[in-house]
């Protein structure tokens, strides 16, 4: 079954501090991975996804099959940083569908 | 460009009552997901649509749910004799031919008293 795990539920940081969002998942076929960001009032939105290899707002994420993990980082956080981070799988193959993680709060502090 | 729009934004209703949940995608988007967000969770998927047609209603819950996209556009999910645990927050997606880059609307709250 598709699954993807986020252990912890919070994070705080002073600004400037390295962070990394953890993210797991167990999936059967070649997974395609996502990061969605929620800033505070404001609508769920794609931060990146693993198939572009791109960094957005300073973040990155790398696929680590053998490790079946996702895991979001960002050398040096920012306040503007702050949000709720959700890890999500495409789940494709007669079910198409993104499959979300409980998500994860990061709260950058001054 | 006008983002996907969900109304109302907020909705009250009893137990047992009826509701009509609204979704507009961004134009000319074939496909149109919903997703429900209960408190300290992640969306989970409802049902897709691709057009028209419902093409994955595997996330339905059960048989008080039920959407419909008459015409390829706008899009209803509807819930019948709403229990308390259909509270959530109810998030519509929509992405130009169906896939993994998905645009959210604000959401839907729902309290059911």
């Known amino acids: 079954a598709q699954r993807v795990t986020q252990p912890e539920k919070l994070l705080s940081v002073f600004k400037g501090a390295p962070v990394e969002l953890k993210c797991n998942y167990s999936?059967?076929?070649?997974?395609?991975l996502f990061w969605y960001v929620q800033y505070s009032r404001q609508r769920l939105q794609l931060l990146l996804r693993?198939?572009s290899r791109e960094s957005i707002k300073g973040f990155t994420a790398d696929l680590n099959k053998g490790e079946t993990s996702f895991h979001l980082k960002k050398p040096f956080a920012q306040e503007e940083d702050s949000a709720m981070y959700y890890c999500?799988?495409?789940?494709?193959?007669?079910?198409?569908?993104?499959?979300f993680g409980k998500g994860m709060k990061l709260t950058v502090n001054p | 460009g006008a983002g996907v729009s969900q109304t109302p934004s907020n909705k009250v209703t009893e137990k047992g009552k009826y509701v009509e949940l609204r979704c507009d995608p961004i134009?000319?988007?074939?496909?149109l997901y919903w997703y429900r967000q209960s408190l300290g969770q992640g969306p989970e998927f409802l049902i897709y649509f691709q057009g028209t047609g419902a093409a994955d209603d595997s996330g339905l819950p059960n048989d008080r749910f039920f959407a419909v996209r008459p015409e390829g556009s706008v899009s209803t999910l509807k819930i019948q004799r709403t229990e308390r645990g259909d509270s959530a927050v109810y998030l519509c997606?929509?992405?130009?031919?169906?896939?993994?880059?998905?645009?959210f609307g604000p959401g839907t709250r729902l309290l059911v008293l």
């Open positions: 999500a799988l495409w789940s494709s193959g007669g079910s198409e569908k993104l499959v």
């Open positions: 999936y059967s076929g070649s997974p395609e």
């Open positions: 134009s000319g988007h074939t496909a």
């Open positions: 693993h198939i």
């Open positions: 997606a929509s992405s130009p031919s169906g896939g993994q880059t998905q645009y």
